[in-house]
């Protein structure tokens, strides 16, 4: 089964990411109209920022208990069995933030949205893009993401490259290179500025 | 916001208005910038491309997303082409502030700019001259005349070369004509910089970089050059003078006025408007103990250097100046003004005063100069300022100002050596001077506040390198304290001599971002005096702490003149490693010269102390291998 995987150190913090997964929950599905839309939709997926600058896409791990899930009183969380994808119920969501305090991620949020009662805020989460999928179509976020930080694909396909990648790199006597040579020498120079801030202070 | 202070700038002045702006709910520079982390890595890279519509696109670095825009441009033209773009901004920048001044420099000659005048009629006989402009005899207000049209033809299409690259080498103007890099028109460079970056012009990753040195080289011996000679015309060539510096320039006691900006057309008036006893009367009568203007910036530079007039700070420090509450009115002109000012302002009884046509901002009333004005509204300004001395409320002045002496020009730098610049080349000769150095540019929040050109001026003169500095390095290193004679304690032994004989500081304060290229004459003219070129000089440039385009122009025209050129922050490059390694090391056997980036400012010193021993080593002079 395909789904979305992070590979942090391709993230580039360019924010498509954010913007796309808002534009598809949008009531129009169209950037340009979205951002004119009451209530403004939200992003599902969030840039986090490292110790160096560098940027993190969080996204709910669709986790199996889910904690969320635990915590939930009214029982508006639930899981789809078929694609293992996490689900809050808008018209259950009684808004009271137990799911938040257990996410161990920080992913759900708290905000009116297109697919809730007017006026009522709820709980909202990724839903991996199902009305998407539904389609045929990969989840937003992984669409616009040039820099292959965000990938749809089968765990283990995912899970194979990564140990290729491990195993080349102990390749006695061969330098293959890792990653972007461009990408490298940019992180460089910055974690070199931050911790010349580091050391002067 | 962050409690941090010392993590973000290393003034006292800074970290105590950050703590008293914290209180005030005053948000800054740093908390936007922190806002906006992460930033976008392909801009960063310089791997987005926003030319045109078929976009925008971008680059992905790790190769396995797109690699050509639509248009087919590939990450190296990409990256080129924006690089380009940000020297032809930075160069239209500063000519443009150059053709201000030389409109005001015909409007004297018309009589049609009152208040105005010709106050150093001997340098405007000299560069005449070099304009071909017939003086002898002549009326001075006649040469004005004729001289402004001489330069309004630099400007445009109908010359070859610009006039005043005669002052360069004639080995470096040589090497332009073989790379054929020689600027024509200031304008025509920008503009044509401009076209070869439409798509489907140049796509050739090298011809467009070179086209973004002559366009550089445009700004450093068109626009910004003509800017430098046309305001010592006007207002007077820079001679030393004490002043002061720091947020405690302010005083609790005047009528505070802040310039802030980069063009002196607006800030000379207001300057004179401040002098007139009337005024200064008036502030008398509201209680006040008189009238006290001071800068930010480069518009305040360019008062400092001239009137000794005091600055309050550098371009990180222009909001957390009026978190003072003791500004009755900031009067801004343009470049460098960050667009938060009004709203901070709004906080206090400031005012804030935009003057130029083609400079808006929110939150600024906006009260409109031009030569036939300016006398008559500088005066109804400071007046406002005046009135509005009732409306303070609680002021802050947290510290005591800092001594230091500005306004080395070329001239009196010459003067102080006595006529030539003989006794500078013996010393280099001698060894007892290493070499010299220029630290440039801005602040930028991503660098720790004053620290790039603090701590590279101070390893600088400990290694016997004479410093000179501009802009906003040059207010750093005046509140540090180097720009008095007695910083020759920091100075190493050969340069603690010189200065201490001369009486000089180790750091010479040579003016504001136009005036580098009093650096760039000064380089041109120890390269004459050895019949060498600039690339064979012990010399370099330094820009740890830059941000704006006008700082990649000014480091492009730098390396094109054979200066070796290191900087702090890295430009957006990194997403062509063909560019990297052109900057940094093709360009040698182009021009003479390379960039280097170096975020830590101790690192800097080496590199540069090296490149000058490597230097001093060719020209047969005695050396030291690091």
């Given at each position: 089964?395909n789904?979305?995987?992070?590979?942090?150190e391709?993230?580039?913090?360019?924010?498509?990411?954010m913007?796309a997964c808002?534009?598809a929950?949008?009531?129009t599905?169209?950037?340009?109209?979205?951002?004119?839309?009451?209530?403004?939709?939200r992003?599902?997926?969030?840039?986090g920022?490292?110790?160096?600058?560098?940027?993190?896409p969080?996204?709910?791990r669709?986790?199996?208990?889910?904690?969320?899930?635990?915590?939930?009183?009214?029982?508006?969380?639930?899981?789809?069995?078929?694609?293992?994808?996490?689900?809050?119920?808008?018209?259950?969501?009684?808004?009271?933030?137990?799911?938040?305090?257990?996410c161990?991620?920080?992913?759900?949020?708290?905000h009116?949205?297109?697919s809730?009662?007017?006026?009522?805020?709820?709980?909202i989460?990724?839903?991996?893009?199902?009305?998407?999928?539904?389609?045929?179509r990969?989840p937003?976020?992984?669409?616009?993401?040039?820099?292959?930080?965000?990938?749809f694909?089968?765990?283990s396909?995912?899970?194979?490259?990564?140990t290729?990648?491990?195993?080349?790199?102990?390749?006695?006597?061969?330098?293959?290179?890792?990653?972007?040579p461009?990408f490298?020498?940019?992180?460089?120079?910055?974690?070199?500025?931050?911790?010349?801030?580091?050391?002067?202070? | 916001?962050?409690c941090?202070?010392?993590?973000?700038?290393?003034?006292?002045?800074?970290?105590?208005?950050l703590?008293?702006?914290?209180?005030?709910?005053?948000?800054?520079?740093?908390?936007?910038?922190?806002?906006?982390?992460p930033?976008?890595?392909?801009?960063?890279?310089?791997?987005?491309?926003?030319?045109?519509?078929?976009?925008?696109?971008?680059?992905?670095?790790f190769?396995?997303?797109?690699?050509?825009g639509?248009?087919?441009?590939?990450?190296?033209?990409?990256?080129?082409?924006?690089l380009?773009?940000?020297?032809?901004a930075?160069a239209?920048?500063?000519?443009?502030?150059?053709?201000?001044?030389?409109?005001?420099?015909?409007?004297?000659?018309?009589?049609?700019?009152?208040?105005y005048?010709?106050?150093?009629?001997?340098?405007?006989k000299?560069?005449?001259?070099e304009?071909?402009?017939?003086?002898?005899g002549?009326?001075?207000?006649?040469?004005?005349?004729?001289l402004?049209?001489?330069?309004?033809?630099?400007?445009?299409?109908?010359?070859t070369?610009?006039?005043?690259?005669?002052?360069?080498p004639a080995?470096?103007?040589?090497i332009?004509k073989?790379v054929?890099?020689?600027?024509?028109?200031?304008?025509?460079?920008?503009?044509?910089?401009?076209?070869?970056?439409?798509?489907?012009?140049?796509?050739?990753?090298?011809?467009?970089?070179l086209?973004?040195?002559?366009?550089?080289?445009?700004?450093?011996?068109?626009?910004?050059?003509?800017?430098?000679?046309?305001?010592?015309?006007?207002?007077?060539?820079?001679?030393?003078?004490?002043?002061?510096?720091?947020?405690?320039?302010?005083?609790?006691?005047?009528v505070?006025?802040?310039?802030?900006?980069?063009?002196?057309?607006?800030?000379?008036?207001i300057?004179?408007?401040?002098?007139?006893?009337?005024?200064?009367?008036?502030?008398?009568?509201?209680?006040?103990t008189?009238?006290?203007?001071?800068?930010?910036?480069?518009?305040?530079?360019?008062?400092?250097?001239?009137?000794?007039?005091p600055?309050?700070?550098?371009?990180?420090?222009?909001?957390?100046?009026?978190?003072?509450?003791?500004?009755?009115?900031?009067?801004?002109?343009?470049?460098?003004?960050?667009?938060?000012?009004?709203?901070?302002?709004?906080?206090?009884h400031?005012?804030?005063?935009?003057?130029?046509d083609?400079?808006?901002?929110?939150?600024?009333?906006?009260?409109?100069?031009?030569?036939?004005?300016?006398?008559?509204?500088?005066?109804?300004?400071?007046?406002?300022a005046?009135?509005?001395?009732?409306?303070?409320?609680?002021?802050?002045?947290?510290v005591?100002?800092v001594k230091a002496?500005?306004?080395?020009?070329?001239e009196s730098?010459v003067?102080a050596?006595?006529?030539?610049?003989?006794?500078l080349l013996?010393?280099?000769?001698?060894?007892?001077?290493?070499?010299?150095?220029?630290?440039?540019?801005?602040?930028n929040?991503?660098?720790?506040?004053?620290?790039g050109?603090?701590?590279?001026?101070?390893?600088?003169?400990?290694?016997?390198?004479?410093?000179?500095?501009?802009?906003?390095?040059a207010?750093?290193t005046?509140?540090?304290?180097?720009?008095?004679?007695?910083?020759?304690?920091?100075?190493?032994?050969?340069?603690?001599d010189?200065?201490?004989?001369?009486?000089?500081?180790?750091?010479?304060?040579?003016?504001?971002?136009?005036?580098?290229?009093?650096?760039?004459?000064?380089?041109?003219?120890?390269a004459?005096?050895?019949n060498?070129?600039?690339?064979?000089?012990?010399?370099?440039g330094?820009?740890?702490?830059?941000?704006?385009?006008?700082?990649?122009?000014?480091?492009?025209?730098?390396?094109a003149s054979?200066v070796?050129?290191?900087?702090?922050?890295?430009?957006?490059?990194?997403?062509?490693l063909?560019?990297v390694?052109?900057?940094?090391e093709?360009?040698?056997?182009?021009?003479?010269?390379?960039?280097?980036?170096e975020?830590?400012?101790?690192?800097?010193?080496?590199?540069?102390?090296?490149?000058?021993?490597?230097?001093?080593?060719?020209l047969?002079?005695?050396?030291h291998?690091?």
């Open positions: 089964m789904q979305v995987i992070v590979h942090p391709r993230c580039v913090g360019c924010m498509q990411c913007a808002a534009t929950h949008s009531r599905r169209q950037l340009f109209s979205a951002i004119r839309e009451t209530p403004l939709p992003s599902r997926i969030h840039l920022t490292g110790l160096y600058a560098e940027g993190f969080n996204r709910c669709h986790c199996n208990p889910a904690p969320c899930m635990l915590a939930c009183l009214p029982g508006a969380i639930h899981r789809d069995m078929q694609t293992e994808t996490v689900y809050v119920d808008p018209d259950r969501c009684i808004n009271c933030a137990s799911c938040a305090m257990a161990p991620f920080g992913v759900i949020r708290y009116e949205d297109a809730a009662p007017p006026k009522k805020a709820v709980a989460k990724c839903d991996n893009c199902m009305e998407r999928q539904q389609q045929e990969v937003a976020c992984v669409e616009v993401c040039k820099s292959g930080a965000l990938t694909e089968d765990n396909k995912a899970l194979k490259r990564k290729d990648q491990v195993a080349q790199s102990i390749s006695a006597g061969i330098d293959v290179p890792q990653g972007s461009s490298t020498l940019l992180n460089t120079i910055k974690r070199a500025q931050i911790a010349v801030r580091h050391a002067a202070v | 916001m962050s941090t202070y010392h993590q973000q700038t290393i003034t006292e002045d800074g970290q105590l208005l703590k008293k702006a914290q209180t005030d709910q005053i948000e800054t520079v740093w908390d936007r910038h922190q806002a906006q982390l930033q976008c890595g392909y801009c960063e890279l310089g791997l987005s491309c926003r030319n045109c519509i078929m976009g925008p696109c971008r680059v992905d670095p190769g396995e997303g797109p690699q050509q639509v248009c087919g441009a590939d990450a190296d033209i990409i990256v080129a082409r924006n380009c773009r940000m020297i032809a930075g239209a920048s500063h000519s443009d502030h150059g053709r201000d001044l030389v409109e005001v420099l015909a409007n004297v000659a018309k009589g049609q700019a009152q208040g005048a010709i106050r150093d009629p001997e340098k405007l000299k560069v005449a001259a304009y071909g402009v017939e003086t002898l002549k009326d001075i207000l006649v040469i004005a005349g004729e402004a049209f001489a330069m309004q033809e630099d400007f445009g299409t109908r010359i070369e610009l006039t005043l690259l005669k002052r360069a080995k470096r103007r040589e332009w073989n054929g890099i020689t600027p024509r028109g200031i304008d025509r460079e920008t503009s044509e910089m401009m076209h070869r970056t439409h798509m489907g012009v140049d796509n050739g990753w090298q011809s467009l970089l086209q973004g040195l002559r366009n550089a080289l445009s700004d450093g011996w068109g626009g910004s050059l003509i800017a430098s000679e046309v305001s010592d015309i006007l207002f007077g060539t820079p001679s030393p003078k004490p002043t002061n510096v720091n947020a405690g320039v302010l005083k609790k006691d005047q505070n006025i802040v310039v802030h900006g980069h063009n002196p057309v607006v800030s000379e008036m300057l004179m408007a401040s002098q007139s006893s009337e005024l200064i009367q008036l502030a008398e009568s509201k209680g006040a008189g009238i006290n203007l001071a800068g930010v910036c480069c518009t305040g530079n360019e008062l400092l250097m001239r009137h000794g007039i600055m309050a700070g550098n371009h990180l420090m222009t909001e957390l100046i009026l978190s003072t509450g003791a500004v009755e009115m900031m009067i801004v002109d343009y470049q460098c003004i960050m667009p938060s000012l009004g709203k901070v302002a709004s906080c206090y400031t005012r804030m005063i935009s003057t130029s083609k400079a808006r901002f929110p939150g600024m009333e906006h009260r409109e100069f031009h030569p036939e004005n300016a006398e008559e509204l500088a005066k109804a300004l400071v007046q406002e005046i009135q509005n001395f009732d409306n303070r409320s609680r002021i802050y002045l947290p005591e100002p002496i500005g306004g080395f020009s070329v730098i003067g050596l006595g006529g030539s610049v003989a006794p013996d010393a280099i000769k001698a060894g007892k001077i290493r070499g010299a150095a220029g630290i440039v540019g801005c602040n929040p991503k660098i720790l506040h004053d620290y050109h603090v701590t590279l001026a101070r390893r600088l003169i400990e290694n016997d390198i004479l410093v000179v500095d501009t802009g906003c390095a207010i750093a005046a509140k540090a304290g180097f720009k008095m004679p007695d910083a020759i304690q920091f100075a190493g032994p050969g340069l603690k010189v200065c201490g004989a001369l009486g000089i500081p180790p750091v010479l304060h040579l003016g504001s971002c136009v005036d580098n290229v009093r650096i760039l004459m000064l380089a041109g003219a120890l004459n005096a050895l060498a070129d600039i690339s064979d000089l012990p010399i370099a330094g820009a740890p702490e830059w941000y704006s385009e006008k700082a990649v122009s000014i480091a492009a025209y730098f390396v054979g070796y050129t290191v900087l702090g922050p890295m430009p957006p490059i990194a997403g062509s063909n560019v390694k052109l900057l940094t093709g360009l040698r056997d182009v021009v003479g010269a390379v960039f280097a980036v975020p830590d400012p101790e690192k800097s010193a080496i590199l540069i102390r090296r490149h000058i021993e490597e230097r001093r080593k060719a047969g002079l005695g050396f291998t690091l």
